[in-house]
T-cell receptor, first 113, second 114 residues
């Protein structure tokens, strides 16, 4: 089944804390896992992405951890800032199938000052 | 790089009129463009996928005669909401992708049908 489950739906973190968002997928054919950040009234922006040949990818304060056997991946935001307050979507796609994305339900992150 | 624009950013129209939304990839050629609809506090719902020069593929439940999609070139796709009604009011987002790459999203178009 083409489905990606994302949790939690909402998350409140204090400034400087670590925000963790989790996603789980069913289809083992997925081979590309991007995370998108969306601010209110704006389109989603690609944040970071990973392929299943690596278990972790880090870009600045953002890290994706990938567990292929568990079919799970997560986004960690280190030293969370109020400017990180947004909705985050995980997604998955199959590269040779037109790059159609299957999105998770989204997580609304609020970072309190 | 990988910039996608949408025009207009917001539109208000009367019920029964048609509205056209443009999606352009500004600095790359998009083999595929996607149109999404997003309701408040919800995830993106894929409406259709379009490839340059061919007919769009609509998702189940999306009326192809109501939501007309044209992908005239590798940098331009348009979505026309025909005979719009208040229930069509939503946030419409396009994205563009190239073979082997992810999708890059436009800023979205907010449609309000009165």
């Amino acid at each position: 089944q083409q489905q990606v489950k994302q949790s939690p739906q909402s998350l409140i973190v204090q400034k400087g804390g670590i925000s963790i968002i989790n996603c789980a997928y069913e289809n083992t054919a997925f081979d590309y896992f991007p995370w998108y950040q969306q601010f209110p009234g704006k389109g989603p922006a690609l944040l970071i992405a990973i392929r299943p040949d690596v278990s972790e990818k880090k870009e600045g304060r953002f890290t994706i951890s990938f567990n292929k056997s568990a079919k799970q991946f997560s986004l960690h935001i280190m030293d969370s800032q109020p400017g990180d307050s947004a909705t985050y979507f995980c997604a998955a796609s199959i590269s040779n199938a037109g790059n159609m994305l299957t999105f998770g339900g989204g997580t609304r992150l609020m970072v309190k000052p | 790089g990988a910039v996608v624009s949408q025009h207009p950013s917001w539109v208000i129209c009367k019920s029964g009129t048609s509205v056209k939304i443009e999606c352009r990839s500004l600095d790359f050629q998009a083999t595929t463009m996607f149109w999404y609809r997003q309701f408040p506090k919800q995830s993106l719902m894929l409406m259709a996928t379009s490839n340059e020069g061919s007919k769009a593929t609509y998702e189940q439940g999306v009326e192809k005669d109501k939501f007309l999609i044209n992908h005239a070139s590798l940098t331009l796709s348009t979505l026309t909401v025909t005979s719009a009604h208040p229930e069509d009011s939503s946030f419409y987002i396009c994205s563009a992708g190239t073979s082997g790459e992810t999708q890059y999203f436009g800023p979205g178009t907010r449609l309000l049908v009165l």
